[in-house]
């Protein structure tokens, strides 16, 4: 290696190593190897991967090895990527963090998968998970998956692994799925940032659905750049996917420095803050006022059917996953003890209490349409709390603690059940040591607008520099 | 609205699910946590002929609709 140590590696983003393979200083193969190596040290602590895909990424890798000494090198060639291991691959395992699946060897990639290869980038994992992107924060079949701030509390999911592994920087980009905040909410506790996309912007074929009409599929990473640099590759029309939207997509890396004058952020006046702890609610404040300091214009907004966001999302997630999944319910005993349960709940969920949840869903729209005429993007806590330990999951949001489902989506689910784009970024650490966020909200279509904004708030602040201790301690 | 357990058991049971005891009584915890939620649901106000009654479509077409209208054809910082 001769550009910098083996020990600097993990620190380069997906950006970075794109420089860096550019320049010589390093090589696809080097960085690969070096990354499987720290993830098998860190991940007997963290148990972010459910298949290692190191043999095959060093083929990979050597590949874009010899498209860089030809000058034929593809917009992510030799960056190693992790895969939320709900995401097809073939040839590769692809359990769904699941028993039901959990032999199942696809013929053929993800439409996602597809396009990041052609790319150049080298998956080296499947990402652990929530059992089909839901179950509990322990999985039965592959255990949990522990937050690299603090081992004895859950990343929040259900994007678990692929949160875990980039905080511990075994990667600088996994891809996740969020169908009620599961990008959003593992990256806010893990401190680390993750776009969900808007409903369609991204393929889904080939990600296993939990429930059709809210789900998407996209990148967790470091900085708002290396999401930008993913979001070109992956984002765009699949004709094999009715879901996929036609729309034209942003050119979100080359425009990320292009913050347009006179933006207007929203922040909401009712409902969203009124669960906060109070360093939270801080960290909030000053967003707000970062914001403010760099020319951008705050605008209360009012979003009045936000507060049944909630039993909306949880109504229609789990009549669709019912519906998914009753070809197999028979097998109830093999699942992931978290997610049958899931599945039992379901069958309580009436057609009256489904068909009513999306009627409501129009009205929440309705709210964004007429908070969207006033302001361009709108500013909301990453999560109410903080990362809970796994004895109890209860989370501390001030004067009480409350069951981290009561809460985990609260600030999330609206975006699912609207279909806009959300991007949470690491806004510092509590005094407790963990990380907690925000979340900027956009209009349809929006992501170029929330990767700008999301790079002005990184160009100015350095919370998403900061490394869990893990990294500095245990890791090779 | 809750049910017993008893209700619970029986139902799942027409749907060919037998449930141990830790089941049933994830089950029922789940149900009454919700049960707040889906009371609230059930009384919003909803019209009988009103903007609320769309087809399930519409969700996506409104979604769709920032797109060709004011989405990423709109330059942001516009809104008025």
């Known amino acids: 290696m001769t550009g910098f140590a083996s020990d600097e590696v993990h620190t380069r983003t997906a950006a970075g190593l794109i420089d860096a393979y550019g320049s010589g200083a390093t090589t696809p193969t080097e960085v690969v190897s070096v990354l499987s190596e720290r993830a098998r040290g860190v991940n007997e602590l963290v148990n972010a991967v459910i298949t290692d895909c190191t043999a095959s990424a060093l083929e990979s890798a050597a590949e874009s090895e010899l498209r860089y000494e030809r000058g034929t090198q593809r917009p992510l060639e030799g960056v190693p990527i992790g895969l939320k291991d709900t995401i097809a691959t073939a040839g590769i395992r692809t359990t769904g963090a699941d028993a039901i699946y959990g032999d199942w060897i696809p013929d053929e990639d993800a439409t996602l998968v597809q396009r990041l290869k052609d790319a150049g980038a080298v998956i080296v994992a499947k990402n652990s998970a929530f059992s089909f992107a839901l179950g509990h924060e322990v999985n039965t079949h592959h255990g949990a998956t522990r937050n690299p701030w603090d081992t004895d509390r859950t990343t929040g999911g259900s994007s678990s692994g692929s949160g875990a592994a980039v905080a511990t920087r075994q990667v600088p980009v996994s891809i996740g799925s969020d169908t009620g905040g599961s990008i959003r909410l593992p990256a806010t506790w893990c401190g680390v940032s993750g776009l969900k996309p808007t409903f369609g912007r991204v393929p889904t074929r080939g990600a296993m659905p939990l429930a059709w009409s809210m789900d998407t599929t996209g990148p967790l990473a470091r900085t708002a750049e290396d999401i930008a640099l993913v979001m070109d590759v992956i984002a765009g029309w699949d004709p094999l996917d009715s879901t996929s939207s036609r729309s034209t997509t942003g050119s979100y890396l080359s425009e990320i420095g292009k913050l347009p004058s006179g933006i207007r952020l929203g922040v909401s006046v009712d409902w969203y803050n009124e669960i906060c702890h109070p360093e939270v609610q801080a960290a909030f404040d000053d967003a707000i006022q970062f914001m403010e300091n760099n020319g951008i214009e705050i605008v209360p907004v009012s979003l009045p059917h936000a507060p049944m966001s909630q039993t909306v999302g949880w109504v229609t997630l789990l009549a669709e996953l019912g519906s998914l999944h009753e070809i197999t319910i028979d097998r109830l005993a093999d699942y992931d003890v978290g997610f049958a349960e899931y599945l039992i709940n379901s069958q309580f969920i009436g057609s009256g209490d489904y068909l009513r949840a999306q009627r409501l869903r129009t009205l929440l729209q309705d709210d964004y349409t007429k908070a969207f005429d006033r302001v361009d993007a709108i500013l909301v806590p990453g999560n109410a709390s903080f990362a809970p330990r796994f004895d109890g999951m209860m989370c501390d949001i001030g004067e009480r603690e409350v069951f981290w489902l009561e809460i985990a989506a609260r600030t999330t689910y609206s975006a699912n059940i609207t279909g806009i784009p959300g991007l949470a970024i690491p806004a510092g650490l509590g005094s407790n040591g963990l990380p907690l966020g925000i979340q900027i909200l956009g209009r349809p279509f929006g992501e170029q607008l929330l990767l700008q904004l999301g790079h002005l708030f990184q160009t100015g602040t350095n919370h998403h520099e900061l490394q869990p201790p893990i990294t500095c301690s245990k890791a090779p | ?80």
Request: aromatic fraction near 6%; charge should be negative.
């Open chain 2, 1 to 80: 609205m809750t049910y017993s357990q008893q209700t619970i058991r029986e139902i799942a049971e027409d749907r060919g699910l037998q449930l141990d005891d830790a089941q049933l009584t994830g089950v029922d915890g789940f149900l009454r946590a919700l049960s707040d939620g889906l009371s609230e649901l059930r009384a919003q106000p909803l019209a009988f002929i009103g903007s609320d009654i769309r087809l399930p479509t519409d969700v996506l077409a409104w979604i769709e609709g920032y797109a060709t209208s004011s989405g990423e054809s709109e330059e942001p910082g516009d809104a008025s």
